[in-house]
């Protein structure tokens, strides 16, 4: 059994790094020409059709650039602050569920890399840890924009992170569980179940919406906002990317960062997005679960490759939801960020616990 | 999750502080910069669970599973949390407002001090001592900083911190190595064992009365230590028939946590090696605070301290008896020895209140009911009288901390006859002059140290008694034979008269009635 | 139960590997011509003033400290959202005490002003 498990996990962790690393690369494209869209312009589409092969070329280009320490910098921190960031962007996927089972080897797999019964906690973990990577490196180049930016992104980090947290506590509450495929379990019973309790004045309802999955996203939609919210400032994106703001910080706390230490960086914000959309996907839109497709009758194998498919699909839409974000809102002031973290969000999650208690207690 | 109404209603004086302290929050955080309302509101609170906590004297009972024990000893001493805090309060207005720092803040800690120390008297578990101990701490580092533009009190404060948090640093550990020997937190549970586990401890009486804990790991650990593991070890410690070396270790590790838990303890009563921080927090702190810390604190300590001494350990232990009275001497001969050279009269208070720790420790040292009553009796009385003392050092205090010094006494008598008077009663009574309540206090701690066969430390005890009488009547002699300009600035305040009029009163009465 | 940890071990070991790879490649494929210029630290063309490594506002040290107050009531109510649906009522009443006394110092730091930034 061991071997067998260690090769499967291993195979795993080729597909989803597979999966997380080309994902990347093409949203580093998807990007650009998203943008160039919006921004009625052409965009990169000279490398390769369409320019797909742009990615490539730039790593390429990073890889070959000169390392740049500067001679005030703290050379072992300088050096080891991209390495934190990608690390925790790479390992962050170990606990989301991307796809339910799977007949391979002669047995049932199940997709996802490491089966835990702490999976949300993992997530927060790392989270926390990812926040090391970013003030690190703007303390290590002793560079004032860089410091400036590396602060403040740890205050953003935290401030959000704590909304991030709170917002998860609603599902766990529902689903009863740490484990992310037990809270996608969760989720694929028809609403019209969890209906049956409605007073009687609003039984009208089960016809209407009780065709719908029982996604977490109708029982949290509070929750879900915030929690969509907070990954934006998670993942240092648009309206939330204070920590470079170009205008005012130069990149902020990249800025003294050159060739692949600084792709570490570019590399880890695009994997960080893509493991935040999956992993909103997990906890409220159901995961891999596409309603109706148990009905269709088919193969279990083709069942299991359809389930993929629909977790691909929802990830990329969030994806591509936050790249459009990203090219339609302005940026925050700093403390119009701060206001909306500590006396908007922190607020609101506490409330949504509240509420989900109260709620869950007449519901039983 | 099964708590009863009973939780609540054996704990109302505990509550009562809690809900007086969030309702002072709400007020200052609702309407700003109105401290006068948060001053009535928490004396009103200290007042009310002052009289619930009278009237809980009567009921003995647990609550919590167990995690709390209330009765008359718990009421007992939240009763006198109540009066040094409501008394504080009442201090800390006048002297408050004439340094300009009349903040509300001042009274949210004082009520979660209080709150602190309610729960370290009523704990039935190590782990409610250690909650306790840090709620009560953590707001006193506020308090003693909390002249925020004084570099004195910052520097007592941060001193006080960083101390105080290597204090706790032992206690938990101490703690954490009990529960590893004993196998439970709970002092019923661990009273249970602890006979068994002192019992077949190998070490030689020697070791521990050399006074330092750390002798004990000196003695050397078996080798089996690793091999031994703690839980197999803690289960056959707890029957009787066993092989004696496995034993011997959880019963060193026992004594070694107690030993560490004591140095903890001793820390915060401001005992004899652990006393140093005593005098430059005292001296830093703003007035009011540091009779707040010299006496409810204190008080609170000895209640953790007796708790674990009599309910915990029980009578059965020689050795940590010896251990507390060593400690119990050598703070009372440095805290006399010492506050003879003191020219600053915080400063020698703060010695004196190192002695009168020793005091108090010999009382728990005798481990004998006489010992724990006479502690308990002690506490109440210490506490009148030292926080009538800061209250007229309080009064006499001015901007630049100029009129600490004892030769700045010189004349009071002459311009405020009444004020002298009382200060006079007050170091008469901490010098052990009868009829007054120190005196009592210490001759029923000193009858325990006898009754407990150690004389010795009792002759110690009288003997720095005597020490101790020159520099408290030195106060007095300066106030009454010297000429001199000792001036009151501005108005005394109505409340802090009150106060000390409070305090004077419970001296003479506990004194001649006891 | 402790072998559903190898996966995530054999991830960051990975993980770890590709960073320190990725990391230090320019180290060795890429050009080495340092100058002096070049290694200063960048402040938009000027010449750099003073160390980065100064005092900063003490704001940050604010939001540290409150990230760190909630951050532990956060960790307290995971298990309690776990086993939320076996404690019923009383679990309910209990947490509702807790969040309402943090609620409590949450409306003081409010009020006193350690929210805002400007």
């Not at chain 1, 790479?90 to 999976?119: H, M, R, S, W």
């Not at chain 1, 019209?192 to 919406?209: C, F, R, T």
């Not at chain 1, 029982?219 to 915030?226: M, V, Y």
């Amino acid at each position: 059994m061991d071997t067998t498990f260690v090769l499967l996990s291993i195979a795993k962790i080729a597909v989803v790094w597979g999966g997380v690393l080309t994902g990347a690369a093409i949203l580093v494209l998807a990007e650009r020409r998203i943008s160039a869209w919006i921004q009625n312009r052409l965009g990169p589409n000279r490398v390769g059709p369409f320019g797909l092969l742009q990615s490539a070329a730039d790593v390429v280009k990073l890889l070959f650039k000169e390392d740049i320490v500067p001679t005030a910098a703290n050379r072992f921190v300088h050096d080891f602050a991209p390495m934190i960031s990608i690390t925790v962007a790479l390992t962050t996927f170990a606990v989301i569920p991307f796809g339910d089972t799977i007949e391979a080897f002669g047995q049932n797999v199940k997709l996802i890399v490491a089966d835990v019964n702490i999976g949300m906690l993992y997530i927060l973990a790392l989270t926390g840890i990812g926040v090391y990577g970013i003030t690190l490196a703007g303390w290590s180049s002793n560079n004032k924009y860089s410091l400036l930016g590396g602060l403040r992104s740890s205050a953003q980090l935290i401030s959000y992170e704590l909304s991030m947290g709170l917002s998860i506590i609603g599902v766990i509450m529902i689903s009863g569980t740490l484990r992310l495929d037990e809270v996608v379990m969760h989720q694929t019973a028809p609403l019209a179940h969890s209906m049956q309790k409605l007073p009687s004045w609003l039984q009208w309802l089960i016809p209407v919406a009780g065709w719908l999955p029982s996604w977490n996203v109708f029982f949290q939609p509070i929750g879900f906002i915030t929690f969509v919210v907070a990954s934006f400032a998670e993942t240092n994106r648009l309206p939330f990317d204070l920590p470079e703001a170009e205008p005012e910080l130069v990149g902020g706390y990249h800025t003294e960062y050159t060739g692949m230490k600084f792709g570490l960086f570019f590399l880890s914000e695009y994997a960080n997005m893509i493991t935040s959309s999956a992993l909103i996907t997990t906890l409220f839109l159901g995961g891999w679960h596409l309603p109706f497709a148990e009905s269709w009758g088919l193969s279990p194998f083709a069942l299991s490759l359809v389930k993929i498919g629909t977790f691909f699909v929802k990830v990329t839409i969030l994806v591509v939801f936050y790249i459009i974000v990203r090219w339609t809102l302005p940026r925050f002031r700093y403390d119009q960020l701060m206001r909306l973290g500590w006396k908007v969000m922190l607020p609101l999650s506490i409330a949504n616990i509240l509420a989900t208690g109260l709620l869950l207690l007449w519901w039983s | 999750m099964g708590f009863q109404i009973s939780d609540i209603a054996n704990n109302a004086p505990l509550f009562t502080l809690v809900a007086t302290g969030l309702v002072v929050i709400l007020l200052e955080s609702a309407k700003s910069g109105k401290p006068n309302v948060s001053f009535i509101v928490s004396l009103a609170g200290f007042i009310l669970s002052g009289l619930l906590a009278v009237g809980g004297l009567k009921t003995e009972d647990v609550s919590f599973g167990g995690m709390l024990m209330n009765g008359s000893y718990s009421n007992f001493f939240a009763i006198v949390f109540c009066l040094t805090g409501s008394l504080t309060i009442l201090i800390s207005k006048s002297y408050l407002e004439r340094f300009g720092q009349f903040r509300s803040e001042f009274y949210i800690l004082v009520l979660f001090a209080a709150m602190g120390m309610v729960l370290m008297a009523s704990a039935n578990d190590l782990i409610i001592i250690f909650l306790g101990i840090e709620l009560m701490s953590v707001s006193l580092y506020v308090l003693a900083g909390f002249f925020r533009t004084q570099d004195r009190s910052n520097e007592s404060a941060l001193k006080y911190f960083l101390l105080g948090a290597f204090a706790t640093g032992f206690l938990l550990y101490g703690i954490a190595l009990v529960y590893g020997s004993a196998g439970s937190t709970n002092f019923s549970v661990i009273h249970n064992q602890a006979p068994a586990l002192m019992k077949n401890q190998p070490l030689p009486d020697s070791v521990v009365q050399a006074g330092l804990p750390d002798s004990v790991v000196q003695a050397g650990l078996p080798d089996s230590v690793v091999q031994a593991g703690l839980p197999d070890s803690v289960v056959q410690a707890g029957d009787s028939g066993l092989p004696a070396g496995q034993a011997g270790l959880a019963g060193t590790i026992f004594l070694l946590g107690l030993g560490l838990v004591i140095v903890g303890l001793a820390f915060k009563v401001a005992a004899a090696p652990f006393h140093m921080w005593a005098p430059d927090v005292y001296d830093g702190a703003p007035t009011p605070a540091t009779g707040f810390m010299a006496t409810a604190a204190k008080a609170a300590a000895f209640g953790a301290f007796v708790s674990i001494a009599f309910k915990m350990i029980g009578s059965t232990s020689g050795t940590i008896s010896n251990l507390l009275a060593v400690i119990a001497a050598a703070s009372m001969i440095l805290g006399n020895v010492i506050a003879i050279s003191q020219s600053n009269i915080k400063r020698m208070l703060a010695y004196s209140s190192i002695a009168h720790a020793g005091y108090m420790l010999s009382g728990i040292a005798a481990a004998n009911v006489e010992g724990q009553a006479g502690v308990m009796y002690y506490v109440a009385a210490y506490a009148c009288m030292t926080l009538g003392a800061f209250a007229i050092v309080s009064i006499l205090e001015r901007d630049d901390a100029a009129n600490l010094s004892i030769d700045g006494y010189a004349g009071l008598s002459a311009k405020h006859p009444v004020i002298a008077a009382a200060l006079a009663l007050f170091m008469f009574s901490l010098a052990g002059i009868p009829p007054l309540a120190g005196f009592f206090g210490k001759y029923y701690v000193f009858l325990a140290a006898v009754k407990a066969d150690m004389t010795w430390l009792a002759i110690v005890g009288v003997l720095t008694s005597l020490i101790s009488a020159y520099y408290y009547l030195r106060v007095v002699v300066v106030m009454y034979f010297k000429e001199g300009e000792a001036a009151v600035e501005g108005r005394i305040g109505m409340s802090t008269v009150v106060a000390i009029a409070v305090c004077a009163y419970l001296v003479v009465q506990l004194g001649v009635y006891p | 139960m402790i072998e559903s940890y190898i996966p995530i071990f054999i991830m960051i070991v990975g993980a770890m590997g590709f960073a320190v790879v990725m990391g230090k490649m320019n180290e060795f494929v890429g050009p080495k011509r340092p100058s002096e210029e070049k290694l200063s630290t960048y402040e938009s063309g000027m010449e750099p003033v003073r160390s980065a490594r100064e005092r900063f506002s003490v704001k940050f040290y604010m939001v540290a400290m409150l990230f760190i107050v909630f951050d532990i009531e956060v960790v307290f109510l995971y298990p309690w959202a776990v086993s939320y649906k076996l404690l019923g009522t009383p679990g309910f009443i209990t947490m509702f005490v807790f969040i309402a006394v943090l609620l409590v110092g949450y409306f003081y730091v409010w009020r006193k002003g350690a929210l805002e930034w400007d």
